[in-house]
């Protein structure tokens, strides 16, 4: 896994493609919590799953269909949501999910990802592994090597995801000036 807060943000980065002033606060907080949510799978170690089981880490939870899957049930809670359509919604939710796997697979421990899960559990890792892999357990986490993890992550999760947003929002910032209608003066509403 890389770090839970490194998961949120990239997916918040992601949230570029879709920010609007009017889109509320809590699609980015789900958004967040998405992009954390596989790792929920860790829970299984307690209970003798293994690691390259079906439920294991980085097994079905960190596949495309649970993207999809958490994506569907995030659409259908907050299907009611102005400033996004539920198409945008949908896929926001299933690329923050999304981003996930594809990042604990630039991770340089542990197994591979079980993308096509669960029609094939094989697991994969992108031929490019930058990330330093972060201990399952939090205590573990704060003892060991911490600063070389966050270091690897910031170089190669935090500063791409604040570039790109930030691209982003430059072009769509531009597109939205594009599309400015021009203010109309002199007509009878102006009178005075
Ligand atoms: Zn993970």
């Not at 097994?59 to 899957?69: E, I």
């Not at 999760?157 to 947003?165: G, K, M, N, R």
């Amino acid at each position: 896994m890389a770090t839970p807060i490194s998961h949120a943000f990239a997916a918040l980065s992601v949230g570029s493609c879709f920010y609007r002033t009017a889109v509320p606060k809590r699609v980015w907080v789900a958004a967040a919590l998405c992009s954390a949510i596989p790792d929920l799978d860790a829970i299984g170690f307690r209970f003798g799953v293994r690691y390259g089981d079906f439920w294991g880490h980085r097994g079905f939870t960190h596949s495309l269909v649970f993207a999809a899957l958490l994506a569907g049930a995030v659409t259908l809670v907050f299907r009611h949501t102005v400033g996004i359509t539920r198409i945008s919604l949908f896929i926001y939710m299933f690329v923050a999910t999304a981003s996930h796997g594809l990042l604990d697979a630039m991770t340089n421990g542990g197994l591979g990802v079980a993308f096509l899960a669960p029609f094939d559990n094989q697991r994969f890792f992108l031929p490019w592994r930058p990330v330093r892999v972060s201990p399952i357990a939090v205590s573990r986490f704060f003892s060991l090597r911490a600063i070389g993890i966050l270091k690897t992550e910031l170089i190669w999760i935090w500063l791409p995801s604040a570039v790109f947003a930030l691209a982003v929002l430059a072009v769509r910032s531009k597109l939205w000036a594009g599309n400015e209608k021009p203010v109309k003066v002199g007509g009878a509403g102006n009178r005075t």
